[in-house]
């Protein structure tokens, strides 16, 4: 956390804490108050942070000391998993925590009560000593503070229950609300329980917010958090932390701080660790002392000591500075031709074959300046034009890294007040250009809050749209000046500035002055105290409207600098709007902005207003921030009415055109989007003039006609619920909005935004009243309340022997109990190790990759020759100096390590250069230069379709498909037959299994669809699915090196397959396997994207290791790794289902195409998923399903969670949505109407035994108030025209086992130590999932030990040898089994000891048995039984069991903009009895999350047929910046989870069952009720029956399926927009 003293930044910062990993601040020195807030490590330079304090996540809390109250809360709230994330959440929070305590002691000194803020609570206090409360921040300030961080693993949802603990918050608003909510959660699925706890059946709530004990609630316990407000089972001290007097929810809850404060007489039992939420008089973190310099954070814990140093600079004036050689500055200056713009400079782009005009010696002589003062700010711009101005480094860090950037200087502006200070006029509000974007948001709620709103509309449309601006870390350091002089065509902040007509200051030196070379900052201090005629400064002003002159151009003369801008304040009768639409909500770049001002004439009962002046202001559909000139001057003097809004709409869409080429594509959507603007904007002012006259006092006719229509009304909204409740399925319509006229079978609609030619007469008239009550709901933002949740599980039975001495922690049980991860605090404090963090020796190198930008060429050369002359380059490594193979591969070997004549997808390794550092390595590769011969590529499965470009399955003898086949024996009686079947003869036709495989042909399935008798209707459809990015935080690393001179080689890697590592790399090298040891101590994340494509880092760079006889390292740069490394493969479906009227199937056909890429990598395995998954949980007597891999020139896809499951489910719903829509009933009928029944024998031969579908079915049906939930739901959509509401409810059934058989086995190696101590190992890799938790907790259940006592370092080959990759959610079955075998031998070898010994710990038996020498050291081994599937028969049982589960999603949608909420979520799983409910728990929410992110957030772009705009083959989102994963904000609000309770699974260890990737599929039920509600949108538009909606389903592909009036002008009702598949 960076801190500084007021007065050396903008003097505004807002205090939000976000960023990774530390905090940057400013304030005023006078009073000596210091202000902290967060930024970006990765962009933030250095020099910026002279003068400030620095924290990072290491100097709060440390594993050797104690955890910061922050971290024991986020560790026991189990919101680590991988860890690599979580140091940034937790400097976020402290960042925040800190600004908070600051702002409400700043406060409070002066004296000053604040009021609640606009945006969420403010400091309550305001007496000199602030109270506890006073110095939380709220639930909204702490979503806000993390909207900057990402995290792939947790879901956010145990975060911000976490961070939740430290909001202030009403406790006895919240207990009453929750307590109530959990007796009712539990009521629903609870069973009895004795006196003395939970019985093996009970399923009451076992747990909230994954505190461990017995099944009753926290209510019932009587404890209730005074934080959160829930009800806490927990009330217990960990053993971990009972010397600290925490609670074991990090002082957060719990009776040690709860009800003793309570029962104390104010006194906190926790030590004040409660954060000042028990309330007690005498709290540690109530009276925490506002001493500067040694301040004190909530919880009473002593936060680093600011500098003295620090603040007695604060009391001296600020000082200039200069860093660099200014003198080679100077000449380079002296030889370069410059510009008149700060933004088009003469800088050339490097690339991967182009050499770059500045050289790294260039580079490593950068200066670095920090003007004081405006003058020498001037001065500095003027002796050095080429220099670059910089603030927080936002823009210029992003261009430095990506594109190349070399500047010469940097001129550091942060430190101006001149050019930062804001203030008010009686005009209007100027703001320094070097303001923060915090500060400016600030200021503008400031303004709302103390000024009349009619003046402060504009700030109020700022202050929103800066809301939704990047993440609170950028705000905090960037400018106002920043982001309008990059003149960007998606600025939120510039439309703003040109329709509230602000206006810029602009400020040079004159000529005269300027011609004085400025050389030093001595120099330009000199200039301060020069006479002002001698250095005259020139000012000007530019209206924002004038100043944007296209693309990154702008009105900024030569030495000129923008120093302020003027924003007026609005007018009476004059309204003013900012919209924006991104793909995600928080911390995403706009696709479409808008800023729409209208001023009008009053109001009156005669006549609607008339426009007097606006401005319609629109960015992302243009080069440059564009005003729709010609609708402005068309709507000069009209009324505002119905009438005006159709004829404005008509010319604003002749107006803004977007050509299908353009960039950034969607040009549909876009251009819709444009027309909602405009429209959600008529309508607001509408409806203001609308109330401003209701508001008048109404004539007697005028009130009796109102009254009238007030009771037509009712009584038609009674009808309309009447008509609901009947089930007839039509509701209430606005009268004249719409018209539907049907004749056979063909249905007309006539849709009109007006809604008749004499509503403008008379506003006062109820009957003619515009907009009507339904066109309201576009006016409305969607809620989006603080997300909270519910976890629900059953207790495990005791285990046998688990009460005995040495059995476990307190209770005995250790198996069952939600355990934290192993290494939660490790990563909480920032000292987990992952790959990168591997220490080097001296002589180490670093590679970096030379990739193909071609996607299909031959090699013509490759010149290093640039790249040799670069600082610290070694030598450049390619397929020639292989001394191995050069070929390797998953499954065939079809892949090179190096491209030796051919490239064949953009991405591929060409060669690698090692440096002598990672900066110069990546810069000597990006000056090698390769020249191509260019080759037909094909890009889209559709392109391979027609050419024929498919790959072959490996071990088929050539071919390229693959059939699943089902038919039923005996024949498929018709319904009437089986009406009449008596019980006996319907069981006996049951046992009687179906023909499947080989012995079916197609054309059984082709009759059965062909015979109206079985088949009396028949839907056929298509759907595609998108790519997903892994993006693991933790990109691809590896440190390989040689040992004894080559004769070993050792690496440590990010992978989750070590042996694969191993095999590889031996085979490079051509050495044997027994020389190379691969080694994986965590990964920060992989999700089967460090399966195989890992292997391309560590093979690359394996080579110059073994080459230079040195160790080398390469870790890649995001971008670099998803070109790389592949993604989840697209899909393209299609299905032909033949069903009764009634929706019962009996016959299904599908063809399932994945785009494989370039190679085969594991895609054969992901499609026989995708085909034996593409029943779900249906069944259909008569199946054919067919795959095929079609061949690309694109990086290679690989595993990703789910293996291709989801893909093949997500086609088989779509044809269960098309036959639900074509008989007239809900998707959730006919899924349950079609469930598989128990020993169903499905479409590849495996009988389903053991499947609890029908029973989840119902119980999450009941838990979940579907019925309920879905009348209201209707009732709703009825009522609201432009928002509507989903809600479904999706099955899933996941197969666990390898496909392959021989990888389901694993082996472990356990030891006791005399001591009594275990150490693990096995060999999986542990990537966040709870791997080696789950394991340690086998290994300490079965030798009865504490958790404590067992440890698990890493995974090694040398340890266990040939091991399967972490993968296919069996890793807990595998090597948990493992590690229970080896446990349970030496259990077995020390059972003779024990006995005589009884009295004895462990630590003492395993003393005497080493003495006795019994092997205290056992191995376990484990293969799965019982699978094996033969394709030559399409005939076999692949997986030993399935997991089962179901998930109910609940949705309101924007119809106008396609965005979305999810204010609930209910999920129930099967997860046999679980090893550790909070990790299953935590496993369920992040893939529940990531399967939403893949459904509908997450799309990728490449260059192909659907995005020409993007380089052929290239990915254009490469990057965060382009590519969105779920956000904190994207969660569903409401989130519960349950674990099906009584569901023993006898296939695995200790009765579990996997939990890895089933869960996944459930997220796409946010995708089904996002079209529920599309349906509901579609029908007021008229439209009727199926539609298509591919994945992911985007806020574009939402709004085009509405199909409306809107929309209608730039697509049909029937369109599919692009998609990269």
Same mark, same amino acid.
């Given at each position: 956390m960076v801190s500084r003293v007021d007065g050396e930044g903008d003097g505004h910062g807002d205090g939000h804490g976000d960023g990774d990993g530390h905090g940057d601040g400013d304030g005023d020195g006078r009073t000596s108050s210091i202000r902290h807030c967060a930024v970006n490590a990765c962009l933030a330079p250095l020099y910026s942070v002279e003068g400030a304090a620095v924290v990072t996540v290491e100097g709060i809390g440390s594993t050797r000391s104690r955890l910061h109250p922050v971290q024991a809360a986020l560790s026991s709230s189990h919101g680590s998993q991988c860890g690599f994330c979580t140091p940034g959440f937790v400097m976020s929070m402290c960042a925040l925590l800190r600004a908070s305590a600051s702002k409400a002691r700043a406060t409070a000194a002066a004296g000053v009560a604040t009021q609640k803020s606009p945006v969420g609570d403010g400091p309550l206090s305001g007496t000199s000593h602030p109270s506890s409360s006073s110095l939380l921040p709220s639930e909204a300030e702490i979503e806000e503070a993390i909207s900057g961080n990402l995290c792939r693993c947790t879901g956010y949802r145990p975060i911000l229950e976490a961070f939740r603990t430290f909001a202030r918050a009403d406790a006895a608003a919240y207990a009453a609300d929750a307590s109530a909510g959990a007796a009712a959660y539990a009521a629903a699925d609870a069973k009895a329980a004795d006196a003395d706890g939970c019985t093996d059946g009970c399923n009451a709530v076992s747990e909230v917010s994954a505190a461990a004990g017995c099944g009753r609630t926290g209510e019932e316990n009587g404890a209730i958090c005074p934080s959160t407000g829930l009800p806490c089972a927990c009330g217990k001290v960990s053993s971990a932390r009972r010397n600290e007097g925490t609670c074991c929810k990090g002082g957060a809850c719990g009776s040690s701080c709860v009800a003793a404060a309570a029962a104390g007489g104010g006194k906190c039992a926790s030590g004040g660790k409660c954060g000042g939420a028990c309330g007690g008089s005498s709290c540690a973190a109530a009276a925490a002392p506002a001493v500067e310099g040694l301040e004190f954070d909530l919880l009473g814990v002593s936060e680093p000591i600011f500098p003295p140093e620090l603040l007695k600079r604060s009391q001296e004036h600020p000082m200039p500075l200069c860093l660099g050689d200014t003198t080679y500055l100077q000449q380079q200056q002296n030889?370069?031709?410059?510009?008149?713009?700060?933004? @088009?400079?003469?800088?050339?782009?490097?690339? +991967?074959?182009?050499?770059?005009?500045?050289?790294?010696?260039? =580079?490593?002589?950068?200066?670095?300046?920090?003007?004081?003062? *405006?003058? #020498? %700010?001037? !001065?500095?711009?003027?002796?050095?034009? !080429? +220099?670059?101005?910089?603030?927080?480094?936002?823009?210029?860090?992003?261009?430095?890294?990506?594109?190349? *950037?070399?500047?010469?200087?940097?001129?550091?502006?942060?430190?101006?007040?001149?050019?930062?200070?804001?203030?008010?006029?009686? =005009?209007?509000?100027?703001?320094?250009?070097?303001?923060?974007?915090?500060?400016?948001?600030?200021?503008?709620?400031?303004?709302v809050g103390c000024m009349p709103a009619e003046k402060t509309a504009v700030c109020a449309a700022i202050a929103e749209q800066l809301r939704w601006f990047a993440g609170v870390q950028i705000r905090n350091v960037a400018t106002l000046a920043g982001n309008i002089v990059t003149a960007s065509p998606i600025s939120d902040l510039n439309p703003i500035l040109i329709a509230a007509n602000a206006t810029l200051h602009l400020a040079r030196l004159a000529p005269q002055a300027a011609d004085v070379a400025v050389v030093d900052v001595a120099a330009s201090a000199d200039v301060d105290k020069a006479q002002p005629s001698a250095c005259p400064i020139e000012e000007r002003q530019v209206a924002a409207r004038d100043f944007f002159k296209g693309y990154r151009k702008v009105d900024l003369r030569e030495g000129e600098v923008l120093t302020a801008v003027f924003i007026p304040w609005t007018r009476p009768n004059e309204h003013i709007m900012a919209y924006k639409q991104a793909h995600r909500k928080d911390d995403d770049i706009a696709l479409v902005n808008a800023a729409l001002r209208v001023l009008l004439t009053p109001a009156s009962q005669d006549a609607p207003p008339t426009v007097l002046d606006c401005s319609l202001v629109f960015g992302g559909?243009?080069? /440059?921030?564009?005003?729709?000139? =010609?609708?402005?001057?068309?709507?000069?003097?009209?009324?505002?009415? #119905?009438?005006?809004? #159709?004829?404005?709409?008509?010319?604003?869409?002749?107006?803004?055109?977007?050509?299908?080429?353009?960039?950034?594509?969607? &040009?549909?959507?876009?251009?819709?989007?444009?027309?909602?603007f405009f429209f959600k904007f008529f309508l607001l002012v509408a409806h203001r003039v609308t109330a401003q006259l209701q508001a008048q006092p109404q004539s007697g006719a005028q009130a009796e006609a109102a009254a009238d229509a007030a009771a037509a009304e009712a009584e038609a909204d009674a009808e309309a619920e009447a008509d609901v409740a009947a089930g007839s399925g039509t509701g209430k319509g606005e009268k004249g909005t719409i018209t539907t006229t049907t004749t056979g079978a063909t249905t007309t609609t006539i849709t009109s935004v007006n809604t008749s030619s004499s509503s403008s007469s008379s506003g006062r008239d109820a009957t003619t009243v515009w907009p009507p009550p339904s066109f309201l709901s576009a006016l409305d933002t969607l809620p989006r309340p603080y997300p909270r949740g519910m976890q629900a599980w059953e207790a495990r039975p005791l285990a046998e022997g688990a009460a005995s001495e040495g059995g476990g922690e307190e209770t005995g049980q250790v198996?069952?109990?939600?355990?934290?991860?192993?290494?939660?605090?490790? $990563?909480? /404090?920032?000292?987990?190790?992952?790959?990168?963090?591997?220490?080097?020796? &001296?002589? +180490? %190198?670093?590679? !970096?990759?030379?990739?193909? /930008?071609?996607?299909?060429?031959?090699? %013509? @050369?490759?010149?290093?020759?640039?790249?040799?002359?670069?600082?610290?380059?070694?030598?450049?490594?390619?397929?020639?100096?292989? &001394?191995?193979?050069?070929?390797?591969?998953?499954?065939?070997?079809?892949?090179?390590?190096?491209?030796?004549?051919?490239?064949?997808?953009?991405? $591929?390794?060409?060669?690698?250069?090692?440096?002598?550092?990672?900066?110069?390595?990546?810069?000597?590769?990006?000056?090698?230069?390769?020249?191509?011969?260019?080759?037909?590529?094909?890009?889209?499965? #559709?392109? +391979?379709?027609?050419?024929?470009?498919?790959?072959k399955f490996p071990f088929s003898g050539g071919l390229t498909e693959r059939n699943l086949l089902r038919v039923p024996t005996p024949a498929t009686k018709t319904e009437a037959d089986e009406k009449n079947d008596t019980e006996a003869e319907k069981k006996n036709a049951q046992s009687i299994a179906p023909r499947v495989g080989a012995s079916v042909s197609p054309a059984d399935v082709e009759t059965a669809l062909a015979d109206v008798s079985q088949c009396p209707l028949v839907a056929e459809g298509e759907v595609a699915m998108g790519g997903q990015e892994h993006f693991y935080l933790e990109p691809n690393s590896c440190v390989v090196w040689p040992v004894d001179g080559g004769r070993e080689v050792h690496m440590v890697c990010s992978t989750q397959a070590p042996t694969h590592h191993q095999k590889d790399v031996a085979s490079v090298l051509g050495i044997p396997m027994h020389r190379v040891v691969s080694r994986v101590k965590r990964l920060g994340g992989g999700f089967g994207g460090k399966e195989t494509r890992s292997v391309l880092v560590a093979a690359a760079a394996c080579v110059p290791a073994w080459r230079l006889n040195r160790a080398v390292r390469m870790t890649l740069d995001r971008d670099e790794d998803m070109k790389v490394t592949g993604q989840r493969h697209p899909f393209y479906g299609k299905y032909k289902v033949g069903f009764t009227p009634e929706g019962r199937l009996k016959a299904l056909q599908i063809l399932l195409v994945s785009n494989a890429g370039c190679t085969l990598d594991l895609s054969a395995a992901v499609l026989e998923r995708a085909l034996f998954h593409c029943d779900s949980v249906y069944a259909a007597p008569y199946m054919h399903a067919k795959g095929r891999m079609a061949r690309t020139h694109l990086p290679s896809n690989t595993a990703f969670r789910g293996f291709g499951g989801p893909q093949g489910m997500m086609v088989v719903e779509s044809a269960v949505d098309h036959v639900a829509r074509s008989v007239g009933k809900t998707p959730e009928e006919i899924r349950f109407l079609n469930l598989q029944p128990e020993g169903y024998t499905l479409h590849f031969g495996q009988p389903l035994t053991h499947n609890p579908m029908h029973r989840i079915w119902t119980q999450l049906l009941h838990s979940s108030s579907f019925e309920e939930r879905r009348r209201e739901v209707d009732s709703y959509n009825m009522g609201s025209r432009w928002r509507k509401k989903g809600l479904a409810m999706i099955p899933t059934k996941f197969g666990i086992s390898f496909t392959a058989k021989f990888l389901n086995q694993g082996g472990a190696l356990v030891h006791v130590y005399t001591d009594g101590t275990v150490l693990v190992t096995h060999g999986g890799v542990e990537m966040g999932q709870g791997l080696h938790t789950k394991c340690a907790q086998i290994a300490a259940q079965t030798l009865g030990v504490p958790l404590s006592s067992v440890f698990i370092s890493e995974t090694s080959t040398d340890k266990v040898p040939n091991t399967s990759p972490t993968a296919a959610s069996a890793s807990s079955d595998i090597y948990g089994r493992a590690v229970l075998e080896a446990c349970e031998e030496i259990k077995r070898r020390m059972e003779p000891i024990r006995q005589q010994y009884p009295q004895e710990t462990f630590g003492q038996v395993a003393d005497r048995c080493y003495r006795e020498r019994v092997n205290l050291s056992a191995q376990g081994f484990f293969a799965t039984p019982n699978i094996g599937f033969d394709w030559a028969t399409a005939d076999g049982s692949p997986f030993a069991y399935f997991t089962f589960g179901a998930a109910v999603a609940e949705v309101a949608v924007d119809v106008l903009t396609g965005e979305w909420v999810a204010p609930r979520v209910d999920v129930l799983m099967d997860v046999g009895r679980s090893l550790n409910p909070a990790i299953d728990i935590g496993q369920i929410e992040g893939a529940f999350v990531q399967g939403m992110g893949w459904s509908v957030i997450e799309e990728s772009k490449w260059g192909d047929s659907a995005h020409p705009w993007v380089a052929p083959g290239s990915l254009f989102t490469c990057g965060p910046g382009t590519y969105k994963i779920p956000a904190a904000s994207d969660i569903p609000t409401d989130f519960r989870v349950t674990l099906l309770a009584d569901s023993p699974n006898p296939h695995a260890v200790l009765s579990s069952k996997a939990v890895g990737e089933p869960p996944f599929f459930l997220g796409s039920s946010?995708?089904?009720?996002?079209?529920?509600?599309?349906? !509901?949108?579609?029908?007021?538009?008229?439209? @009727?029956?199926?539609?298509? %909606?591919?994945? &992911?389903?985007?806020?574009?592909?939402i709004r085009l399926t509405c199909a409306d009036e809107l929309t209608e002008p730039f697509c049909g009702p029937n369109t599919v927009p692009r998609l990269s598949v």
């Open positions: 030889s370069a031709t410059t510009t008149s713009s700060i933004d @088009s400079i003469a800088t050339t782009t490097t690339s +991967a074959n182009s050499t770059s005009s500045s050289s790294s010696k260039e =580079r490593s002589r950068v200066v670095w300046f920090r003007p004081v003062t *405006l003058r #020498q %700010l001037l !001065a500095l711009r003027a002796a050095f034009p !080429a +220099a670059k101005l910089v603030a927080g480094n936002t823009e210029v860090g992003v261009e430095m890294r990506f594109k190349g *950037l070399s500047p010469p200087a940097y001129i550091h502006v942060a430190a101006i007040p001149a050019v930062s200070a804001i203030s008010q006029s009686e =005009r209007g509000i100027t703001v320094g250009a070097g303001a923060s974007l915090s500060s400016l948001r600030a200021a503008m709620l400031a303004a559909v243009a080069a /440059t921030t564009v005003s729709a000139h =010609r609708t402005q001057q068309w709507l000069q003097g009209k009324p505002w009415s #119905q009438e005006t809004l #159709q004829g404005a709409l008509e010319v604003l869409r002749e107006e803004i055109a977007i050509p299908g080429n353009a960039p950034g594509g969607m &040009p549909e959507f876009r251009r819709s989007l444009v027309s909602s198996v069952g109990v939600p355990a934290v991860h192993l290494s939660a605090d490790l $990563q909480v /404090t920032g000292e987990a190790e992952y790959t990168d963090d591997t220490a080097l020796p &001296p002589s +180490a %190198l670093h590679g !970096a990759l030379v990739l193909s /930008t071609r996607p299909h060429a031959r090699i %013509l @050369s490759i010149d290093h020759s640039e790249a040799a002359t670069c600082p610290g380059f070694v030598g450049i490594y390619g397929a020639k100096d292989v &001394p191995g193979s050069n070929r390797f591969g998953a499954v065939e070997h079809d892949e090179e390590v190096f491209a030796s004549e051919m490239v064949h997808c953009v991405g $591929q390794i060409i060669a690698v250069v090692v440096a002598d550092s990672h900066d110069n390595a990546r810069a000597a590769a990006k000056n090698v230069c390769v020249t191509y011969e260019d080759l037909p590529a094909t890009l889209t499965i #559709q392109a +391979a379709l027609a050419s024929g470009s498919f790959h946010v995708m089904w009720a996002l079209k529920d509600a599309v349906y !509901a949108a579609r029908k007021d538009a008229g439209h @009727s029956g199926f539609f298509r %909606l591919d994945s &992911p389903a985007t806020p574009e592909r």
